[in-house]
């Protein structure tokens, strides 16, 4: 019975189209008012009250060019409009609006036939032939992987995922902090006092407690502060016993990095951290240099951003003689641009790193790349996580390790689970998927530019609009269609018992599951399906309480044992998605 959604499956795999209502109107228009369909298509919307229609064009849009009052226009169009083979049932005119009405027979026959003999509801090749980069997660070697990268690597994955989706060749790059002049610092810690810490078993405090103590006697005492820079140096240079330690650093972190990638489900196909383009920042320089475009201010060499309106000038090399973040950027872009050839690279960070991002940006335009990849790069930004009492910082300890907040949603999970369900088997496998899905979908379900609350009784309700309430949903229908004994084959049904306007609600949110998919590529905004897959729980809840399913009437219940099945399926891929796990009880 587990596979009951799975089964049904592999009866047919052709991947079909469902019929493009709006196409269709700006189709029939276009031979009505002769403007073009693909200007017509971005003039049409979707009510907000399905009693204006499924579909309105409103008419405004249009009276300048045809020079006509709105609701002439909206008259003509209804008189010449022609229904045949469009879908539509009717249409009606308000004012200045024409409102158009979907078959309803046609919708659900178009949903259901698509999302019960196709693999995978939604997949598709819109993508096809583009390149995207997704720079996300990036935490930093020897300090804590903390909320806020969480969150990058929750924002960054559901992107990732989404873009695949969509036929989107994508390349997700984890651009680790591994370099920089802190390394100088906690190689000199490390050869004074190394022994006193038990690295390998609390990797990431010790070194942090380390690279605390030496930032101390660094500020005491110039000397130590020296040595630390010719660590730094003797590190570029390839000195081995500097190379050794950095790289047992790294490996230390990234063992301990895993643990929460491990929990979260988080892949990248790259790996290449800052210290990967330690020699690929000559190049950047020498093309700076050429292009006139790097002074030297203070003893640093800098480039002037005033002309493009940025204040804060982009440093490239500072006054001490080593390299920035930002250089190691730049050097990024040209390596990407070149190894990915990118129609478009994300960076997914807070909006803390605002600034950084628009000089890099705009230092892009004078490094000689084709403009296509300066014009494809975009900051991703998103905002801060805030506990119900302020801010997270690690300074006031109120910081959580993040391993530990995840093991404290399963935790959560599991009291809220032994408390509803005793006797579930799996509980541990239930609360990990539980308490892990309601952190993500937490992290997804607001626009991503608003500061997030982190609220753990609201994160981890049932009822609410989080993770657990898709999840739970989910397990509802699942356990529907094992008492209906398995989902009924499409061609059996008559869709004529769908026609309720609770079984068209779903209908009509399943219709729409691929746009909701590249709308959220369109703003790389994962929380439009978050949004989305609350909505269709909703509109099922509502379908479910309003109609009863196990009816006596064959013909009923099939159609509607059939339409949870398609919603459970939707609710599934959209969460995997997001980059949640679906338990089957909960
Ligand atoms: N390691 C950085 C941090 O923790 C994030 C890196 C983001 N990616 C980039 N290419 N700059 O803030």
């Known amino acids: 019975m587990d596979n009951i959604l799975e089964g049904l499956d592999k009866r047919d795999r052709r991947g079909m189209e469902m019929i493009n209502f709006k196409l269709k109107i700006a189709e029939k228009l276009e031979g009505i008012v002769n403007i073009d369909k693909k200007e017509l298509e971005t003039y049409i919307e979707i009510p907000k009250d399905s009693k204006n229609g499924d579909y309105s064009f409103p008419c405004f849009k249009l009276a300048k060019e045809l020079k006509k009052a709105p609701p002439i226009i909206a008259n003509e169009i209804k008189e010449k409009f022609n229904l045949e083979k469009t879908g539509l049932e009717k249409l009606e005119v308000i004012g200045g609006f024409v409102n158009f009405f979907v078959d309803k027979k046609i919708l659900s026959e178009e949903v259901l036939k698509k999302i019960t003999l196709e693999e995978e509801y939604g997949r598709s090749k819109v993508g096809e032939g583009k390149n995207i980069v997704i720079d996300y997660s990036a935490p930093n070697i020897a300090k804590p992987f903390h909320i806020g990268h969480l969150r990058s690597t929750v924002i960054g994955g559901a992107l990732s995922n989404i873009y695949k989706f969509l036929g989107y060749n994508v390349t997700g790059i984890n651009h680790l902090g591994d370099y920089g002049t802190q390394f100088g610092k906690l190689i000199e810690g490390y050869k004074l006092w190394g022994d006193e810490y038990d690295i390998d078993k609390d990797p990431i405090n010790e070194l942090t407690k380390i690279y605390i103590r030496i930032n101390n006697l660094c500020k005491e005492d110039e000397k130590v502060l020296e040595e630390c820079r010719n660590n730094f140096k003797k590190l570029e240079e390839g000195d081995p016993y500097c190379v050794e330690l950095w790289e047992r650093f790294k490996s230390v972190s990234l063992k301990e990095f895993q643990k929460v990638y491990d929990l979260l489900g988080s892949k990248f196909e790259s790996w290449n951290g800052e210290a990967f383009y330690k020699d690929k920042m000559q190049e950047v320089i020498d093309i700076l240099e050429k292009s006139g475009k790097l002074t030297t ?240 729980a909703k509109a099922y809840s509502s379908f479910y309480n309003e109609n009863k399913i196990m009816v006596e009437d064959k013909q009923v219940k099939d159609a509607r044992v059939i339409l949870s099945y398609a919603t459970a399926k939707v609710l599934k891929e959209g969460a995997t998605l997001l980059g949640m796990e679906m338990p089957d009880r909960m």
């Open 297 to 536: 201010s203070q003893g640093a060499k800098i480039v002037d951003l005033s002309d493009d309106g940025i204040d804060t000038p982009c440093i490239i090399i500072k006054s001490n003689g080593s390299s920035t973040y930002a250089t190691r950027d730049l050097a990024a872009i040209l390596y990407r641009a070149r190894t990915y050839d990118f129609d478009k690279a994300l960076y997914v960070t807070s909006y803390e790193q605002i600034l950084h991002f628009k000089q890099i940006f705009t230092v892009a335009k004078y490094l000689g790349l084709d403009d296509k990849y300066v014009k494809g790069l975009k900051h991703v930004s998103f905002g801060m996580v805030l506990l119900p009492t302020g801010k997270m910082s690690t300074r006031e300890g109120t910081s959580i390790k993040l391993e530990d907040l995840l093991n404290e949603a399963i935790e959560r999970a599991k009291k809220v689970i032994e408390q509803k369900n005793p006797d579930l088997e799996n509980k541990e496998e239930t609360a990990r998927k539980v308490g892990v899905g309601a952190v993500i979908f937490n992290d997804l379900s607001n626009n991503r530019v608003k500061d997030e609350i982190f609220d753990w009784d609201t994160i981890l309700n049932f009822q609410g609009e989080t993770g657990p309430y898709i999840q739970y949903t989910y397990v509802r229908i699942k356990s529907v269609l094992e008492k209906a004994n398995g989902v009924p084959h499409f061609k059996d049904i008559d869709v004529g018992n769908l026609n309720d306007n609770y079984s068209q609600e779903v209908l009509k949110l399943i219709y729409n599951f691929e746009n909701i998919l590249i709308a959220v590529t369109e703003k790389e905004e994962p929380s439009i399906l978050s949004r989305y897959l609350i909505d269709l």
